[in-house]
């Protein structure tokens, strides 16, 4: 334990195995993933490319996670509007500078590296809003006291639409509610607020671009256009029930291995774990999120003070959300939206996000073992 200072080493004896353990069987559950829903589909000189880099990104996230645990989690509170400020810089530079790519502007390339902002976006817009909001816990009895917060997380969430990338908005909306309900917030007003985006929808309808539309469509009825839109989630369903219970064994699904399954190493790598693993390995894949979760609200009720517990809230939030609309869109419960899997689907931004996210829950637990002492 190099990377940890003397005085916390004592302190690491008291470290959330049941976490760790969980989110670690993750990422080597997504690396194998990743090896098997790739190592046909890109040439032989290129075979282990997507895996070394997945491999190597996550060894050097942990590492800047153990280092991470020298450090207090509420020391962050007090960098709440300079990280306020560099998010929109951050998103400001990606409708200016950004890559575009599958019809959207979502990446900034920093040498061999692309990194997607919306996905930093999320965290650090955890932080800020439990900065903001731990003076107001308790104090969210009306519109009026709920407006400056909703403006504060608009205008990032705007940004992010704008790109588009109409599921990392979603995030934030789950986010901005997870953290406002432990904040005290009244629930004849939060039912208020719920009915009134449903009343909403056929306004939001009209300002929906084309391809979301049909997004929604094909959700009702994949054949609406099943060589279009509808092809991923047709393709994503082959892949899960052919699976069966055992899956067809790794390396050997057909739908994946035979590029029928779009983005199988990305927004579909759930569909892989259910035709290579069946649904054994898939129910093995969503209890170790189950404990994930389940740390994280019990981090949430243990804290010590109230910016840890919205800090908990926030990430168990984020991750529940991803875990729901990703299994829930490969399996054809809920439109597409192109949200990962936490930890499991391939990129280094989301992967970088979600690890650090878990250092911070992480954090929070070490410090309440810290107070009980």
């Known amino acids: 334990m190099a990377f940890l200072s003397p005085d916390n080493k004592r302190l690491f004896r008291k470290i959330d195995f049941e976490l760790l353990i969980a989110a670690l069987a993750i990422v080597i559950y997504s690396i194998v993933i990743i090896s098997s829903a790739t190592h046909v589909n890109t040439p032989s000189e290129e075979r282990f490319w997507f895996v070394q880099r997945q491999g190597l990104f996550a060894f050097i996230n942990i590492m800047l996670a153990i280092f991470f645990m020298n450090f207090d989690y509420r020391g962050l509170q007090q960098y709440g509007n300079q990280l306020y400020i560099f998010n929109l810089v951050m998103l400001l530079a990606v409708m200016l500078f950004g890559q575009a790519a599958l019809g959207a502007q979502r990446w900034i390339q920093l040498g061999p590296i692309s990194l997607q902002p919306s996905e930093f976006s999320?965290?650090?817009?955890?932080?800020?809003?439990?900065?903001?909001?731990?003076?107001?816990?308790?104090?969210?009895?009306?519109?009026?006291?709920?407006?400056?917060?909703?403006?504060?997380?608009?205008?990032?969430?705007?940004?992010?639409?704008?790109?588009?990338?109409?599921?990392?908005?979603?995030?934030?909306?789950?986010?901005?509610?997870?953290?406002?309900?432990?904040?005290?917030?009244?629930?004849?007003?939060?039912?208020?607020?719920?009915?009134?985006?449903?009343?909403?929808?056929?306004?939001?309808?009209?300002?929906?671009?084309?391809?979301?539309?049909?997004?929604?469509?094909?959700?009702?009825?994949?054949?609406?256009?099943?060589?279009?839109s509808g092809y991923h989630i047709i393709q994503s369903k082959i892949a899960i029930g052919s699976g069966m219970l055992f899956g067809k064994g790794l390396f050997e699904g057909t739908q994946s291995q035979l590029n029928f399954l779009p983005e199988n190493h990305t927004d579909f790598i759930f569909a892989v774990v259910g035709e290579e693993l069946g649904f054994v390995g898939a129910v093995v894949l969503l209890i170790l999120y189950?404990?994930?979760?389940?740390?994280?609200?019990?981090?949430?009720?243990?804290?010590?003070?109230?910016?840890?517990?919205?800090?908990?809230?926030?990430?168990?939030?984020?991750?529940?959300f991803h875990v729901l609309v990703n299994v829930g869109m490969t399996t054809g419960i809920m439109p597409v939206t192109g949200i990962p899997l936490p930890l499991m689907s391939y990129g280094v931004s989301s992967l970088t996000t979600n690890i650090m996210a878990i250092a911070i829950l992480m954090n929070i637990h070490l410090r309440q073992q810290k107070f009980l002492w």
């Open 290 to 320: 189950l404990i994930v979760l389940w740390r994280g609200i019990q981090i949430a009720r243990e804290a010590v003070d109230m910016f840890g517990r919205l800090l908990a809230v926030g990430i168990t939030s984020m991750l529940a």
């Open 122 to 228: 999320k965290l650090i817009m955890i932080i800020c809003l439990a900065s903001v909001l731990e003076d107001r816990v308790g104090r969210l009895n009306s519109l009026h006291d709920l407006l400056p917060i909703a403006v504060y997380v608009g205008v990032p969430f705007l940004l992010v639409l704008k790109q588009p990338d109409l599921g990392t908005s979603l995030v934030f909306m789950a986010i901005f509610f997870g953290m406002i309900f432990v904040s005290g917030i009244r629930i004849r007003l939060l039912v208020g607020i719920f009915l009134a985006g449903l009343a909403s929808t056929p306004v939001l309808w009209h300002f929906m671009k084309d391809y979301q539309k049909m997004r929604i469509m094909v959700f009702l009825d994949p054949n609406v256009d099943p060589l279009g």
